[in-house]
């Protein structure tokens, strides 16, 4: 005599009915066993990605406040637009899109911030050798080497 046990079908997994043959106890038990372990892996939907997507916020927020759209404003959008389309995926439940989503737009705005260090800091050496050069003329014209 052949048990089937249906196992619930779960958006977008292959769970199958699962046949059971009459088989000696010891056997039974661990056959239970796998059949509760399938059904606890078809039976789990994924929890939206808050943590991935609290990161992305602060991320940009981050981003804003240092002023990086002065310097690197294509890559804040990126980041805005990923961080808005990661919120639409968790509307339509799609957990893992979402979550790829949110990390890019973390480290789309970690992107931006970092471009942002990178063209301030060419701006102040600039400056820099802008003043040297100033000073080095300076000492030439008062010592009278030319």
Known sequence: MAKT????????????PLRLSTIPARKSMGTTFLALLILSGCASTPQPPTSDLLAAEQAIASAERARVADYASVEL??????????RSAVREEKMVQAQHLAQQAKADAELASAKSEVAKARIVNEQMQKGTDTLKQEMQRKTGDQ
Do not use: T, V
Not at 5 to 16: Q, R, T, V
Not at 78 to 85: F, Y
């Open 5 to 16: 046990i249906h196992l619930p079908k779960a958006k977008g997994s292959n769970c199958f």
């Open 77 to 86: 959008s990126d980041a805005r637009d990923k961080l808005s389309a990661a």
